[in-house]
């Protein structure tokens, strides 16, 4: 397999465990040396980073909890200090709080908050400290959903949001780092097995599933495929994209 990677250092925020880690390793099977951030999994982490380094590349495992927006800073330096260069970030980290309408009496509006605290403040401020240091020719990309433009079931209207905001944000991004030849793209995943989505990726209702022309859920390998490519040397004309792995899904 040719490495297209090879040389590449890349950071992938949320990578102790689901998709994080999927494509923390699709990334160091190209040849990139991987940084990923974690919150509180420590043992997860650390077994990410041997999984990493068993296939011949240099990874560690960072501590920074990316709802503290004042630790994307710290994050970015302990990367580049280690590595000495930055050249791939995906901003994977996010949280999931859904089931509840917006008129419902027990409605967590704390917890909402932290979720758009993380999913996009946290983000944001990861981007900001990268963008300083990232290689002329890098690469952001961003996780987001395909739920943020297609809300198919009620409960999830801040979640939704919350990856709305980002596709927006994306594009911007895209447009003030684009004279450094460096692409920002949104990669919108489907229903997929992790944590965040079990219950609903292990009982798909008939009904969603209809709304998929694939009918099935997608695999965290598909989509860290996708963001290795975007990260490779073939997608350097790509910016401001916005690409659903999600079957199809139609509403």
């Known amino acids: ?3 297209e990677l090879m040389g590449q250092v890349a950071l992938v925020t949320g990578g102790s465990r689901g998709l994080g880690a999927a494509i923390a390793e699709a990334l160091a099977e190209q040849g990139a040396d991987v940084a990923i951030s974690y919150v509180a999994s420590a043992d997860k982490a650390e077994a990410v980073v041997e999984k990493l380094k ?3 590349t240099q990874a560690i495992a960072i501590r920074s909890d990316q709802a503290d927006t004042s ?4 994050l970015i330096d302990d990367v580049v200090s280690h590595f000495g260069r930055l050249d791939i970030l ?3 980290a996010a949280i999931a709080v859904q089931g509840k309408l917006v008129d419902d009496p027990e409605l967590d509006a704390e917890a909402l908050d932290r979720q ?8 944001v401020a990861t981007t900001r400290a990268a963008a300083r240091q990232l290689s002329d020719g890098g690469r952001i990309i961003f996780i987001g959903s395909a739920i943020a433009s297609r809300v198919a079931f009620p409960g999830v209207a801040d979640y939704a949001g919350t990856k709305a905001a980002i596709v927006g944000y994306a594009k911007g991004v895209g447009r003030d780092l ?5 692409t920002v793209n949104v990669v919108q995943p489907g229903i997929m097995p992790t944590d965040m989505a079990a219950e609903v990726a292990h009982n798909v209702p008939e009904t969603l599933m209809d709304l998929h022309p694939i009918r099935r859920i997608a695999t965290l390998e598909e989509v860290a495929a996708t963001v290795c490519f975007l990260a490779g040397p073939n997608a350097g004309y790509i910016s401001g994209a916005v ?6 899904v139609q509403i």
């Not at 758009?116 to 983000?123: D, K």
């Open 243 to 248: 690409l659903d792995v999600a079957g199809g």
């Open 71 to 74: 630790s994307a800073a710290a």
């Open 178 to 182: 684009g004279p450094r030849n460096i």
């Open 116 to 123: 758009w605290r993380i999913n996009v403040l946290g983000a």
């Open 1 to 3: 397999m040719q490495k």
């Open 90 to 92: 995906v901003n994977n």
């Open 54 to 56: 068993a296939k011949g």
